[in-house]
């Protein structure tokens, strides 16, 4: 149990375009999802908090009109890269808190590689 | 503010040999601490879940500690495989909102 599972894994865009990664819970309910972003050789980097139904919490110095986060229902949340530009190329990883289990671990996704050409 | 640190940055060894991770945190006042390997160009798997009232956990051939009072984690691996190569990653769970502190990881090499 307790599969999180991001789509795209890979993607390739031209500057200018906007590109979406979903994250999904596939065997439980996430009230909380959480993104990061990793560069080359570096830790993770949280990006944001967000809560199913409410608007995300973004970590200082990220940009909320770039990275606009979407947490619509318990299942998914969406990491939409709006008008990505080289430098946006990375790797984004989601995880997800289970609400209805109180181990207090985070579940993660498989990650989503972005290069913007 | 809480920082965590890897140590080493680094590792190779010849394969067989069992092996030790390192892991620091600043504030011991930590809520759980997780261990996480990255295989290259991939996502995070979990290894080791340790919550703060805990010292030590084990899977298979992992065991990893906790010593909160001194701020120290380890990760332990007996006898590596080829298949143990990857980065290593620690994670704090700084409060119960779950928002994580990562060190930097250690890159494994086990050499055949």
């Known amino acids: 149990g307790a599969v999180v599972s991001q789509h795209p894994s890979r993607v390739i865009c031209k500057s200018g375009t906007s590109v979406k990664i979903e994250c999904r819970s596939l065997d439980f309910q996430a009230t909380t999802m959480f993104w990061y972003r990793q560069f080359p050789k570096k830790s993770l980097m949280l990006m944001a908090t967000?809560?199913?139904?409410?608007?995300?919490?973004?970590e200082q110095g990220v940009e909320k009109d770039k990275f606009l986060i979407n947490h619509a229902s318990l299942t998914l949340s969406t990491l939409t890269v709006t008008s990505a530009h080289p430098e946006d190329s990375s790797f984004y990883i989601c995880?997800?808190?289970?609400?209805?289990?109180?181990?207090?671990?985070?579940?993660f996704g498989e990650g989503s590689r972005l290069t913007v050409l | 503010k809480q920082e965590v640190t890897q140590i080493p940055a680094a590792l190779s060894v010849p394969e067989g040999e069992n092996l030790v991770l390192n892991c620091s945190f600043t504030d011991s006042a930590i809520y759980n601490l997780q261990w996480f390997r990255q295989d290259p160009g991939k996502g995070l798997t979990s290894l080791l879940l340790i919550q703060s009232s805990q010292r030590e956990q084990t899977s298979g051939r992992l065991n990893a500690s906790l010593d909160k009072s001194s701020g120290r984690s380890t990760l332990y691996i007996a006898a590596s495989q080829p298949g143990d190569s990857a980065t290593y990653l620690c994670a704090v769970y700084k409060d119960s909102n779950y928002q994580l502190i990562w060190g930097a990881g250690t890159k494994l090499i086990i050499k055949p």
């Open positions: 995880s997800a808190r289970d609400g209805d289990r109180g181990s207090g671990e985070l579940f």
């Open positions: 967000s809560n199913e139904g409410s608007k995300a919490t973004y």
